[in-house]
């Protein structure tokens, strides 16, 4: 996993869930701003950083989320 400073990440196309809420604690993604990669960062802070994920570890993530360990 890499941090992309904000502002190198600001001119990414970012899409939020469809499962989130109006709340504002929901993550955003970034598909294809980095080649088999997935920048994700906090929709609360859109000027802020991005983590950046490679293929394997965000699908590790998710299953991880889907099964309550994290």
Not at 49 to 69: E, I, N, Q, S, Y
Request: charged share 15%; net charge negative.
């Amino acid at each position: 996993m890499m941090i992309i400073p904000d502002s190198s990440a600001s001119n990414f196309a970012w899409t939020k869930s469809t499962y989130s809420g109006n709340q504002g604690d929901c993550v955003e993604v970034a598909y294809g701003a980095v080649p088999a990669a997935l920048p994700v960062r906090d929709s609360k802070m859109p000027a802020g950083p991005a983590l950046v994920f490679g293929d394997t570890h965000w699908g590790v993530f998710v299953d991880a989320l889907k099964r309550g360990d994290v």
